[in-house]
């Protein structure tokens, strides 16, 4: 495959960007060498050299003498393996979602594959024509070298070096629609059919295109919507058509290459930016994951003493049930016995489950999204606290609209912020007598509210700006976490969480949960 291709893109240079003398302007092959034996390992590198021989062989043979061939031949496939050696050595990743990437593809390819193999190249034709100076020479060569390298390098990394991350259907699909148009704009501005002076604004119509694709599609379709439309401006120029061609063929190849270059390093810069803005993104989701998780332990601590005396009940229940099964099997009630056991069986289960609901809200377990009916949603979180409830002799009031469709949603999130705001209203009706809280859950055009709202002495409106702030607390060993963590969190599934003082006294918290599939009935 590397021979083929280091051929045939020989063959295209050589066709296609010809200068005067015939050095091409554009000269992809040790783009295709680098990205090789960076991709597969140094063991291709002969496969390097062969190619690079045959080109040498096949288009320079009758004017460049055999030892500068050779000596061609060697620098190329060193260029080629000093490069792939640095970009290793340097940590580069070839899908180039990082402006360091970039930057170090550009810059070794610059240094080593093109500076490497121009050297030789230029060396090689000063030799074989004696009206070339080879500074001249030199310059021409790195910069086709670079050229073709920064075309064709960042499509063989990326969709050999970087499998596509599980695109969807219409990521495809975008990508395929800027591909065609990209290529039927270009192919019409370098038909030759337009006048230069449309033709010429027209061929920057690659750059949004491109743009596009880098803020849009998987990097796999910019790196290849830039090697499409440089390669047919490359050679419709080449053939003497389109808008750069009237300055000449030098002049109007090395100003299509200025222009390619600036399309180039605009498609690469804004993917890696875009890469970064994503793992930026996904590394504030995870610290998001283990906040909460961290805030959840905290409040497991706090309720451990309720649920300890939750655990107790049925414990004692078990140990009086485990009693009465030994004393009727002393005396032989075998009857009796049976309904006995059941109850045990019962209770042991019971407090299963209660330990089975600490161990779950702990863990947290990942955080997926699924699909679940809100009062499942709730009941958990009701499970946990009710203890609390008890034991404060408070009153909790459920008001759930009937018929409340589906929600897509990660339960343990929801459940934590249910659990942080709910525990807020359970410790605001500290030391009342008649404390109440009503949990509410409602339709709202496309979203699920619910609200939170008790009876105690609210929020002071000088708190109420600050009140979401991380460490914003009023409580004496309160973090102040609970309410920063529970807004990101529900703004993570695209909902908000607002406060607001009750006019009979009181706060209430609402939040929203978008229905994604809003006619659906349970
Ligand atoms: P913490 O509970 O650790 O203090 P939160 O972020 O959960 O942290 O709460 C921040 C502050 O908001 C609390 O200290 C409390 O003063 C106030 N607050 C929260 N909920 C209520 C409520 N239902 N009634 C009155 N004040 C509240």
């Known amino acids: 495959m590397l021979v083929a291709l280091y051929y045939a893109v020989g063959l295209w240079g050589f066709v296609f960007t010809p200068d005067a003398h015939g050095i091409p302007l554009v000269w992809p092959a040790t783009g295709v060498g680098l990205a090789f034996v960076y991709l597969y390992g140094y063991r291709l590198i002969p496969a390097v050299g062969f190619a690079s021989a045959l ?20 620098a190329t496939m060193a260029g080629v393996a000093l490069g792939a050696y640095a970009l290793h050595r340097l940590g580069f990743s070839p899908r180039l979602e990082r402006l360091r990437d970039v930057g170090l593809l550009l810059s070794v390819g610059a240094l080593t594959g093109s500076g490497l193999a121009a050297t030789a190249g230029a060396w090689g034709i000063a030799v074989g024509m004696d009206e070339l100076s080879f500074t001249d020479t030199w310059w021409l060569c790195w910069m086709a070298d670079l050229m073709g390298l920064a075309l064709v390098a960042p499509v063989l990394m990326t969709w050999l070096g970087a499998p596509l991350a599980r695109p969807t259907d219409r990521a495809y699909l975008k990508g395929f629609l800027l591909i065609a148009s990209l290529i039927s704009v270009t192919a019409v501005v370098y038909s030759g059919f337009l006048p230069a002076g449309v033709a010429m604004p027209l061929s920057y119509a690659a750059f949004p295109l491109v743009m596009l694709a880098a803020l849009r599609c998987p990097v796999q379709v910019t790196t290849t919507l830039m090697l499409a439309g440089g390669g047919i401006a490359l050679s419709g120029t080449g053939w003497g058509l389109g808008p750069f061609a009237e300055l000449g063929l030098d002049t109007s190849l090395l100003s299509l290459n200025a222009q390619l270059a600036l399309l180039v390093l605009t498609g690469l810069v804004l993917t890696a930016l875009r890469g970064e803005r994503e793992a930026a993104e996904t590394r504030a989701r995870r610290h998001l994951d283990q906040l909460a998780r961290a805030g959840r332990l905290s409040t497991l601590g706090e309720l451990s003493a309720g649920l300890a005396h939750e655990l107790n009940q049925p414990l004692c229940a078990l140990a009086s049930y485990a009693q009465a099964s030994k004393r009727l099997l002393e005396r032989g009630r075998m009857d009796e016995l049976g309904e006995a056991l059941s109850q045990l069986d ?3 289960h019971r407090a299963a489950e209660t330990v089975r609901q600490m161990r779950a809200f702990a863990a947290g377990q990942a955080p997926e999204r699924r699909t679940i009916r809100p009062d499942a949603l709730v009941r958990p979180v009701l499970d946990l606290l009710r203890p609390e409830f008890r034991s404060r002799h408070l009153r909790l009031e459920l008001k759930v609209e009937p018929h409340l469709p589906a929600v897509t949603v990660a339960p343990v999130q929801i459940e934590q912020v249910l659990v942080n705001l709910l525990r807020n ?28 709202r008790d009876n105690g002495p609210g929020i002071p409106p000088y708190r109420l700006a600050g009140l979401f702030d991380p460490f914003s607390t009023w409580k004496e060993n309160g973090l102040g976490l609970g309410l920063s963590i529970s807004r990101s969190l529900v703004e993570a599934h695209g909902g908000c969480l607002t406060v607001s003082n009750m006019p009979e006294g009181g706060a209430e918290f609402r939040f929203t949960l978008p229905l994604e599939h809003s006619d659906a009935r349970p």
């Open 425 to 452: 209203a359970i410790e605001a009706l500290e030391g009342r007598r008649d404390g109440r809280v009503e949990l509410g859950l409602q339709r709202e055009a496309d979203h699920l509210q619910l609200h939170i």
């Open 55 to 74: 080109v040498a062989w096949q288009f320079t043979g009758d004017m460049v003498p055999l030892l500068e061939t050779l000596g061609t031949v060697t």
């Open 346 to 348: 019962a209770g042991a």
